[in-house]
């Protein structure tokens, strides 16, 4: 089938990109002779991929990046299901695949975890159901005009708030057509765009699939976007919280279950508000566990900005029906639709890794049978008499919930939890030394 794709697109050069722990497509463009060798025996790329920053800062990751490395490559496999179109390439360059590591570095390849954990939802006789939601900030600023302002006063694409305001949807078509032609090419199942809370402040959603493929079209969505973007002299953001004034921005997954003939496990509909015993389970798994992989939902020193009081950010692990003021928010209202949102992952994390993080908890939750908190009623922001779970606010305290966690060594692996630790870790210690803008402003000239 393959042959018969390369063929008929006369393909001379294919993209094979893979994921890093950022979320940042990275790859290189083959030729034809040379992909048909890759198809056997894989690509090779050097693991310290998964060490570097956004910017190719290359952090520490151990055995990797450290003193001890020597930079070997390590396979990658190409899944030859995820073909599709880069939008603006000439036909013959234009293919693109998805692969992930295998052997040893599988262990800390984002895709592979969550091929694994899905692996292992299918051996419980459960199939996932998910799709996840996009924030981002479009900017009328380039790369240079932005670094020429120092990042500040910078031009969004629109100037007022404007969540759902057909006005500025419509004033910027030229932007949501492009968006939705380029989803058409990388096979991305686009369900919605709509404006946000805040000047050029948007969403896009993927829609709900089973398998790898809604995190694949995500972190598709999210390159490319950038990419689409940059070809019109504009630039997006995904930061958790770009500026003081700005609304935080998070990436939510909705997640249900299916047994194995198909069936919907989440809903009952003989007992309250249709959840079946599968769901509480699952939801009480998410209370238990979700705040000791923290790191994985918000895995910047920026990430934990968006937790200021007055955004939409979680205040706690809470649940209820309907409620968008709890971290997880049953949504729906019959037996196809009935799933939970989980509304703690910002925008910045990575979309294989949220997803997987969401569903080991759950799993373990319906495999130990643990009862979730009551629900909150009304705003879950509001004090309430009973304790809330927390979880961790900043970077630190993050990365120790994690070291610490024997659920996440369990299910996510020792290597993983070491070495996105330890990458996390210096890029803390990093930004310890640095100093801020803020701090320029504040203490200069009378501190």
């Not at 599709?84 to 998805?98: A, F, K, N, Q, T």
């Not at 692969?99 to 939802?121: F, H, Q, V, W």
């Not at 959840?275 to 209370?287: K, L, W």
Request: a negative charge; one cysteine or more.
């Amino acid at each position: 089938m393959m042959k018969d794709i390369l063929d008929k697109n006369d393909t001379r050069f294919i993209t094979v990109a893979m994921s890093d722990t950022n979320g940042l497509l990275r790859g290189q463009k083959v030729s034809r002779k040379s992909f048909e060798g890759i198809l056997h025996a894989g690509m090779g790329m050097s693991p310290v991929t998964l060490a570097l920053d956004p910017t190719d800062e290359i952090l520490n990751l151990p055995g990797v990046s450290d003193d001890s490395a020597d930079f070997h490559d390590s396979p990658l496999a190409v899944d030859t299901d995820t073909v599709r179109s880069i939008p603006w390439e000439v036909p013959g360059h234009d293919l693109l695949v998805l692969s992930n590591y295998t052997g040893e570095t599988a262990a800390m390849c984002p895709r592979a975890m969550l091929s694994g954990l899905i692996d292992k939802a299918d051996s419980m006789g459960l199939s996932l159901k998910y799709g996840l939601e996009l924030e981002y900030t479009l900017f009328e600023e380039t790369s240079e005009s932005i670094a020429a302002k120092g990042f500040c006063d910078l031009t969004p694409a629109t100037v007022h708030a404007s969540h759902d305001l057909v006005i500025y949807q419509t004033a910027q078509s030229e932007w949501y057509t492009a968006v939705a032609d380029m989803c058409d090419a990388l096979k991305i199942d686009l369900a919605k765009m709509h404006e946000e809370i805040g000047p050029g402040f948007m969403e896009a959603c993927t829609g709900a699939g089973g398998g790898l493929e809604p995190a694949d079209q995500t972190i598709l969505l999210k390159n490319f976007m950038r990419a689409l973007a940059m070809r019109q002299n504009k630039t997006i953001t995904y930061m958790a919280r770009w500026s003081e004034q700005a609304d935080s921005q998070s990436a939510h997954i909705h997640v249900s279950l299916k047994g194995e003939d198909g069936t919907p496990l989440f809903w009952d509909e003989t007992k309250p508000d249709n959840m079946s015993d599968t769901f509480r389970y699952f939801i009480g798994g998410m209370q238990t566990y979700i705040g000791q992989m923290m790191l994985l939902f918000a895995p910047t020193v920026n990430s934990y900005r968006r937790f200021a009081p007055g955004t939409f950010a979680p205040p706690a692990l809470t649940w209820g029906i309907e409620n968008r003021t709890t971290c997880f928010r049953v949504v729906g209202h019959d037996a196809g639709s009935l799933r939970v949102e989980n509304r703690l992952p910002g925008s910045d994390a990575n979309p294989y890794l949220t997803v997987a993080a969401t569903l080991a908890a759950g799993l373990a939750g319906i495999a130990q049978k643990i009862e979730p908190d009551e629900a909150v009623s009304g705003n879950g922001y509001v004090p309430s008499e009973q304790e809330p779970r927390h979880y961790p606010r900043t970077i630190v305290h993050a990365i120790a919930a994690l070291r610490e966690s024997s659920f996440a060594r369990e299910w996510l692996g020792d290597a993983f939890v070491d070495g996105f630790s330890a990458t996390r870790e210096a890029q803390e210690v990093a930004f310890q030394h640095m100093v801020p803008d803020t701090e320029l402003r504040r203490f200069f000239e009378l501190g």
